[in-house]
């Protein structure tokens, strides 16, 4: 038996982000793996911009940054008949270059503290498990498997091996048990845990089987006759499928639509040569480096998040068709809200019942979340393409401007998705005080800054080019527009009697004047991932709940 106080079950991205947030925060954490290390395959290619947020505020966003594509490389997502054939659409998106100086003149949807990043999800990875790893609280293996666990009402017991010793069976004891273990969970299974939702859709891209090639190729771009994109997608009667960028030079993701007349079991070489070729149009050289099968059309999310001490997040709570690029960013998010929950119960058992608050704050983000990727994956994936789109006639002429309005259309609803990101709400949670007002209405493709409590903090840029989140603290923030002491001296007694870790903005002290107007408010809470717990509006009436009544209900106490 050994000293932890939460195992982590899964070393993929959901995984990690937790081991990250508890190990910022001193939580001692198990982490196991089944593989050798992080991803070889490239998997996830879109961080978003609310994930990229995260990571700025555990430190490592321009780490993030700077990996996949060269600085300079385009990241646009482009569609055609074949990529030797015909552009049909383009949404030109800036380089990681360009998109660190852009985020600081934009406004409105896009008034965040990062954009997004086209990267691939090996990659990040690898610096997900160096932070994780960098805390002396945290053992993160690979080459480990959990075998079983069981839950003892006030402990779990696990058993686990290192795959190199499977004899040698190790057991722990610890407080909680989270599993990010995929989609093929066995702890969900084991929970007796089902997925509910849609299955199985079909449509000719995006629904069904996918044949993905991970390949290296030092001369695919010279068969491109169009401007570099990052993302290239085909839309033809025979072969649909995408092709991302890994690293701008020479690696590439192919996935491919399977028609339901094909059987992918088998294919090996022979058949990813004949994809690539009916995919781009030409012949071109390549290797290998991995091939996996795939299935797109799945809508899935646990009937449950939380059953006693053992938790799911990320893969194993939801199943996404990766339109959007929904299921990797979720999962990430999944791990920010558990994580402060977790420490916080782990620090004060009292305070436990704020766990109880993970599955009603994520589930219902978790479906509206798989919703949008279904909606989108309609849109892209059962457009009537008709074999003239390829025809050098006046009717293939017609066809194609009749795609290049739909993609055109299609790719600005499918990528260009701050309200998606930024809009995620917990409105209907237990320790979310509600002022009375109004979200805005959830959209897609706008986001309405807004501090209405349950969602995410307007953001606004300081003189000094630093974030207003860069001075949030780790934990709790109490942002006082007001001009006196006497706020910010009540509630930090409160916060220390709670044990609660609460660092205090005075605006004159950031530079930034307009923030009352922005706020709409006297003064306000956020939490620990970043979102508004409580706001006291400048149009309150009444006075603010009284200190420890507002502390307890903002922590289930
Ligand atoms: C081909 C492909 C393309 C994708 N494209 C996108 C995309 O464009 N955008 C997007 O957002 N998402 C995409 N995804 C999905 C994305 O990769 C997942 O949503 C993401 O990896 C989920 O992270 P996770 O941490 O929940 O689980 P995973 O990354 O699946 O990690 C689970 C880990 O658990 C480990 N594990 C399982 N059982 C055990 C056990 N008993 N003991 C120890 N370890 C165990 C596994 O080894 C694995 O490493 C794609 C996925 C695939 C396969």
């Known amino acids: 038996m050994t000293d932890f106080d939460v195992l982590i079950v899964g ?78 659409a383009r949404l030109s998106l800036p380089t990681a270059n360009e998109a660190v100086e852009k985020i600081k003149t934009m406004k409105g949807s896009w008034s965040a503290a990062e954009l997004p990043h086209r990267v691939s999800q090996k990659f990040v990875e690898t610096v997900l498990k160096k932070h994780a790893q960098s805390f002396a609280n945290n053992d993160i293996r690979y080459a480990h498997r959990l075998i079983d666990f069981e839950d003892q009402g006030d402990c779990v017991l696990a058993r686990f091996c290192a795959l190199a010793t499977p004899d040698q069976i190790e057991s722990i004891k610890v407080k909680y048990l989270v599993a990010g273990d995929g989609p093929k969970s066995s702890v969900r299974h084991a929970l007796g845990i089902s997925y509910t939702g849609e299955t199985g859709v079909k449509r000719s891209y995006m629904g069904g089987q996918m044949f993905a090639v991970y390949m290296r190729s030092k ?38 639509a399977v028609s339901e007349s094909e059987n992918p079991e088998h294919w090996a070489e022979k058949e990813a040569r004949q994809l690539l070729l009916e995919f781009m149009g030409c012949a071109v050289d390549f290797e290998i480096l991995s091939i996996q099968t795939w299935t797109a059309g799945h809508s899935l999310v646990a009937e449950r998040f939380q059953q006693g001490r053992v938790f799911l997040m990320g893969d194993a709570a939801h199943l996404f068709t990766p339109t959007g690029g929904l299921g990797y960013n979720t999962a990430i998010e999944d791990a920010v809200n558990l994580g402060w929950k977790l420490a916080t119960a782990i620090a004060r058992p009292e305070l436990a019942g704020l766990l109880n608050t993970y599955e009603v704050e994520r589930r219902p983000l978790a479906l509206r979340n798989t919703n949008y990727a279904r909606e989108f994956a309609d849109s892209v994936g059962l457009y009537p393409v008709t074999p003239a789109i390829e025809d050098n006639t006046p009717e293939g002429q017609a066809e194609r401007e009749r795609a290049g309005v739909h993609f055109n259309a299609h790719v600005r609803k499918e990528f260009n998705i701050p309200g998606v990101t930024f809009g995620g709400r917990y409105d209907h949670s237990p320790i979310i005080i509600s002022d009375g007002s109004t979200a805005p209405v959830d959209q897609a493709n706008t986001y309405t800054p807004t501090a209405t409590p349950g969602g ?57 004047p307009e923030l009352e107007t922005l706020y709409q408010a006297h003064w306000v809470i956020v939490r620990p991932d970043q979102m508004v717990a409580y706001r006291h509006p400048i149009t309150a009436k009444e006075g603010a709940p009284e200190p420890l009544a507002l502390w307890r209900q903002l922590l289930a106490a």
Not at 17 to 36: F, P, Q, T
Not at 223 to 244: D, E
Not at 471 to 477: E, Y
């Open 219 to 256: 001369d695919l771009y010279q068969h491109i006759p169009h401007p570099r994109a990052w993302m290239y997608v085909t839309v033809n009667p025979k072969r649909r499928g995408f092709l991302a960028s890994v690293d701008g030079h020479e690696q590439f993701a192919f996935h491919s």
């Open 11 to 88: 070393g993929g991205p959901s995984g990690l982000m937790l081991a990250n947030e508890l190990g910022a925060r001193g939580v001692k954490c198990l982490l196991l793996d089944a593989k050798a290390s992080t991803a070889f395959n490239p998997q996830a290619n879109a961080t978003q911009a609310r994930t990229m947020e995260h990571y700025r505020r555990l430190g490592f966003a321009h780490e993030i940054r700077a990996l996949g594509l060269p600085g300079d490389h385009p990241t646009d997502i482009a569609y055609f008949t074949r990529l030797n054939g015909y552009e049909l």
């Open 456 to 512: 995410r903090p307007p953001h606004a840029w300081l003189n000094d080019g630093s974030s207003l989140y860069d001075h949030f603290g780790r934990d709790w923030t109490l942002i006082n527009l007001t001009s006196g002491h006497e706020i910010e001296d009540a509630h930090t007694l409160v916060a220390k009697q709670m044990g609660i870790e609460l660092k205090c903005l005075k605006p004159n002290a950031l530079d930034l």
